[in-house]
Structure formats: C-alpha cells, structure tokens
C-alpha cells in the first residue's frame, strides 16, 4: 500500500501563488508517474499535471505556463507550483501516483486551493 498525503492549499487572490507538495509513503517500490487531478464542484476530475520518474511532464492546457510540476525521487514527493492563479483553478486537488508493472492507482485526500477574484 502507498499513502499520498498533501499539503500546501489554502486561500489566495487572483494573482497569487501556491506550492502544493505530496508526500508518498508505505510500501514504495516503481512509483511512475506522480501528479496532480484536481475536482471544482459540480465538474469531473481533470488532470492538471504529471510527471514520470525521468522528469517527463505533461499539463493541462489551462495551466500551462502558470503551472510548474516537480519531483523529489529521493523523497517521494512530487511538487506543483501554482503561480498567476485565477478563480477557475479553484478545486480540490488530489495527489496520485501509480506503481508498478499494472500501474495501480493510488489518490491522496485532497487539499482546498480557493482563488478570490
């Protein structure tokens, strides 16, 4: 088993920047990739961005070039730094990482980012 616990939400303006960080955890073994979904209500989940054990990426449109996502392999943590925010990145945004050959899914409990305009 593998736990993913967040941190880093809060509240913030339109403008500012937020750092969130995942800190994976358990029986860790192949942990690829590790990113960030993210749930505003009333919407699905969205991918926001990952990243792979080499440093591979991908963002979603709406956050590229706001959006740096980062990775920590000696500690199992994976970063998303949050900069130029707007009201529509609000959402919870949940931790994930997969592992192993079948690429089992594990989702951290997700953390609050509130954008005020």
């Known amino acids: 088993q593998v736990q993913l616990v967040e941190s880093g939400g809060g509240l913030v303006q339109a403008g500012g920047s937020l750092r969130l960080s995942c800190a994976a955890s358990g029986t860790i073994f192949n942990i690829n990739p590790m990113g960030w979904y993210r749930q505003a209500p009333g919407k699905q989940r969205e991918l926001v961005a990952s990243i792979t054990r080499g440093g591979n990426t991908n963002y979603a449109g709406s956050v590229k070039g706001r959006f740096t996502i980062s990775r920590d392999n000696a500690k199992n943590t994976v970063y998303l730094q949050m900069n130029s925010l707007r009201p529509e990145d609000t959402a919870v945004y949940y931790c994930?990482?997969?592992?192993?050959?079948?690429?089992?899914?594990?989702w951290g409990q997700g953390t609050q980012v509130t954008v005020s305009s």
């Open positions: 994930y990482a997969e592992q192993g050959m079948r690429s089992v899914p594990y």
